[in-house]
């Protein structure tokens, strides 16, 4: 009998230990992103160097971001993009600019321009953080960038009005951070890519703090996006998600 429950017992440890070590899913990676990345809202400051074919120029902003449904974003710097601001509000999208005092909607085709210049769309700037409420996630090998091991997962829409049809990003496994990106057409066509260059610890979570975007369809070297400060989890009035407060 004591040889039996011993022979038992030696079972169940290793199955509980081989479950253990088994890969999670693609689903349960890409949550862990999302989780990493996501808060009820938070206050950033960023830094936007576009690489054009006639030199590079810096733009300053600073965001508040509330939930995935709102955020305000007003442009610091240089002085002649000083004071233009956007609003988002679900699936609304408008910027003011203080040259002309006037507060623009963006929508339809509009939304698939580019953002300042850079190589961000509109619709890059709309879109919902939260990538499991948009895709499906399967893993499809594993590989490494930055020197850090990584599940490269490919990602399908689940929805029929999107962006990007598909994408593939490699995710650290222990950071769970994505830190590759390559997004696609609905033919299969490559149009950006993303890659972060440096990864920061930021209250409890690990947060890209340098990253290249880099439209696939356009010439040059990209644009460069720096955090310069994120607060998470912080204090922001409601008022401020308002049309009025674009001027």
């Known amino acids: 009998m004591k040889k039996t429950i011993?022979?038992?017992?030696?079972?169940?440890?290793?199955?509980?230990t081989a479950m253990t070590q088994a890969p999670p899913s693609g689903e349960d990676i890409l949550k862990r992103v999302d989780a990493n990345i996501g808060s009820d809202n938070k206050i950033a400051t960023a830094e936007m160097i576009i690489h054009g074919r006639r030199g590079s120029r810096s733009i300053k902003?600073?965001?508040?971001?509330?939930?995935?449904e709102k955020s305000y974003t007003e442009y610091l710097a240089p002085a002649r993009e000083a004071g233009t601001k956007m609003l988002k509000l679900e699936e609304q999208l408008w910027t003011y600019i203080p040259s002309t005092d006037?507060?623009?909607?963006?929508?339809?085709?509009m939304l698939r321009q580019s953002v300042m210049g850079s190589d961000l769309s509109y619709e890059d700037m709309m879109e919902d953080p939260e990538l499991l409420n948009l895709y499906n996630a399967n893993i499809i090998e594993e590989s490494t960038f930055l020197e850090r091991p990584c599940w490269i997962l490919e990602l399908t829409a689940k929805v029929e009005d999107i962006s990007y049809h598909s994408r593939k990003i490699w995710v650290d496994k222990e950071r769970y951070v994505s830190l590759k990106e390559e997004r696609f057409a609905r033919s299969g066509k490559l149009l950006k890519v993303f890659e972060v260059k440096e990864?920061?610890?930021?209250?409890?979570?690990?947060?890209?703090?340098?990253?290249?975007?880099?439209?696939?369809?356009?010439?040059?070297?990209?644009?460069?996006?720096?955090?310069?400060?994120?607060?998470?989890?912080?204090?922001?009035?409601?008022?401020?998600f308002t049309k009025a407060s674009l001027r």
């Not at 006037?102 to 085709?109: A, E, V």
């Open 61 to 68: 902003s600073k965001s508040w971001i509330y939930g995935i």
């Open 199 to 240: 990864v920061r610890s930021i209250q409890n979570r690990w947060v890209p703090v340098h990253m290249v975007f880099k439209d696939a369809l356009k010439s040059g070297k990209g644009t460069e996006y720096f955090i310069e400060s994120i607060e998470f989890n912080a204090d922001i009035p409601e008022a401020l």
């Open 6 to 16: 011993s022979v038992f017992s030696l079972l169940v440890l290793m199955t509980a």
């Open 102 to 109: 006037r507060t623009i909607k963006i929508s339809g085709h």
